[in-house]
């Protein structure tokens, strides 16, 4: 099987209503919010900008392109991001609890995000310590899971778990020594998960991992399918399963960092993203990773949608996230009779 062959699985409609499933999702959410505005408005509002002239109402101009589009292409960022690490984590352990919130990686990237706060760093030193924290967590992570007597990956999310309490535990310990004043306020809104900061020039600094990281994935996807094979079964379709894995790893991990140290811990998008495209495409990497880029960048983008326009105050996303997550965790065990996918 060849891989036109492999994506041409995807029936055609879907290949043509996944693309346009985020761009949607952006419209809707330019025009969502607490100072609603109509589509004629945002037309002409593009009009204006994209001709070079005055803005038919500055104050829809300020709210569309300086407050809500910037949120908007941060949401479709992680939403992606954190989706396709996810996929990549699960089949990476052959395992489909494997996430980024399981593996430690989102408690390490938390924890680094949190300390460079805790300093009072600009942006790029609190993405980078974010980054750096978030290789150590999942390094830490396989280190504790695997060893020489056993070369199977069924105790890494136990690992993770473990990995992730130790972090979590650093996290506490950051916010006890933060000022209660201004940083510890701070730095607890900000690991719950939101995108207010969203802002052009952070999105300088973090789209450009994202988006490396992302497109590195993608274009090795049909290598992941071979993930679950042992070495010398790899090595006949001549490819080095330790290289690949280690390229899979540093991306997903610095893909997942990035979004957290932009918008804080956001659970379960890693996690049930890719469950949706594979219960609707199956497991062929080949149509999944386009699938999890498509799906979840139009997730998030409704799920902060949602969380910015709900009520008055705004929710934190991770709270969100959680209640579509359980229950849908828990509608997809009871369709598997409780088994694994």
């Given at each position: 099987?060849?891989?036109?062959?492999?994506?041409?699985?995807?029936?055609?409609?879907?290949?043509?209503?996944?693309?346009?499933?985020?761009?949607?999702?952006?419209?809707?959410a330019l025009c969502?919010?607490?100072?609603?505005?109509?589509?004629?408005?945002?037309?002409?509002?593009?009009?204006?900008?994209?001709?070079?002239?005055?803005?038919?109402?500055?104050?829809?101009?300020?709210?569309?392109?300086?407050?809500?589009?910037?949120?908007?292409?941060?949401?479709?960022?992680?939403?992606?991001?954190?989706?396709?690490?996810?996929?990549?984590?699960?089949?990476?352990?052959?395992?489909?609890?494997?996430?980024?919130?399981?593996?430690?990686?989102?408690?390490?990237?938390?924890?680094?995000?949190?300390?460079?706060?805790?300093?009072?760093?600009?942006?790029?030193?609190?993405?980078?310590?974010?980054?750096?924290?978030?290789?150590?967590?999942?390094?830490?992570?396989?280190?504790?899971?695997?060893?020489?007597?056993?070369?199977?990956?069924?105790?890494?999310?136990?690992?993770?778990?473990?990995?992730?309490?130790?972090?979590?535990?650093?996290?506490?310990?950051?916010?006890?020594?933060?000022?209660?004043?201004?940083?510890?306020?701070?730095?607890?809104?900000?690991?719950?998960?939101?995108?207010?900061?969203?802002?052009?020039?952070?999105?300088?600094?973090?789209?450009?991992?994202?988006?490396?990281?992302?497109?590195?994935?993608?274009?090795?996807?049909?290598?992941l399918n071979l993930?679950?094979?042992?070495?010398?079964?790899?090595?006949?379709?001549?490819?080095?399963?330790?290289?690949?894995?280690?390229?899979?790893?540093?991306?997903?991990?610095?893909?997942?960092?990035?979004?957290?140290?932009?918008?804080?811990?956001?659970?379960?998008?890693?996690?049930?993203?890719?469950?949706?495209?594979?219960?609707?495409?199956?497991?062929?990497?080949?149509?999944?990773?386009?699938?999890?880029?498509?799906?979840?960048?139009?997730?998030?983008?409704?799920?902060?949608?949602?969380?910015?326009?709900?009520?008055?105050?705004?929710?934190?996303?991770?709270?969100?996230?959680?209640?579509?997550?359980?229950?849908?965790?828990?509608?997809?065990?009871?369709?598997?009779?409780?088994?694994?996918?």
């Amino acid at each position: 099987m060849n891989r036109s062959e492999a994506f041409s699985r995807i029936p055609v409609p879907w290949k043509i209503i996944l693309p346009l499933l985020p761009a949607a999702a952006l419209l809707a959410a330019l025009c969502i919010g607490r100072i609603p505005v109509d589509l004629s408005d945002l037309l002409n509002s593009l009009n204006a900008k994209l001709h070079g002239m005055e803005p038919p109402d500055p104050q829809i101009e300020m709210v569309l392109w300086k407050i809500r589009f910037p949120r908007i292409l941060l949401a479709l960022l992680v939403g992606a991001g954190l989706s396709v690490s996810g996929c990549v984590f699960q089949s990476l352990f052959s395992n489909p609890l494997a996430s980024p919130d399981t593996l430690g990686v989102a408690s390490g990237a938390g924890f680094g995000a949190a300390l460079g706060l805790l300093f009072g760093l600009n942006l790029v030193c609190v993405q980078l310590l974010s980054v750096l924290f978030g290789l150590i967590a999942v390094a830490m992570t396989i280190a504790a899971g695997l060893n020489r007597r056993q070369r199977s990956f069924s105790s890494i999310v136990l690992s993770g778990i473990m990995i992730g309490s130790l972090f979590s535990a650093l996290i506490s310990l950051v916010k006890f020594s933060a000022d209660t004043e201004n940083q510890l306020p701070a730095i607890t809104y900000f690991l719950m998960g939101n995108l207010s900061a969203a802002n052009y020039r952070s999105l300088s600094v973090g789209a450009p991992v994202i988006l490396g990281g992302i497109l590195i994935l993608f274009l090795l996807r049909w290598r992941l399918n071979l993930l679950t094979l042992s070495e010398e079964e790899a090595r006949s379709f001549g490819v080095d399963l330790k290289k690949l894995r280690a390229v899979t790893i540093i991306c997903a991990t610095a893909v997942t960092a990035s979004c957290i140290s932009m918008c804080g811990q956001v659970g379960w998008v890693g996690l049930i993203v890719p469950h949706m495209g594979r219960m609707k495409f199956g497991s062929n990497h080949l149509n999944l990773m386009p699938v999890c880029v498509f799906l979840g960048a139009a997730f998030m983008t409704a799920v902060d949608t949602a969380a910015r326009s709900i009520s008055a105050a705004e929710l934190p996303i991770s709270i969100l996230t959680a209640m579509i997550g359980a229950p849908f965790f828990i509608l997809l065990m009871q369709r598997t009779e409780g088994g694994m996918l």
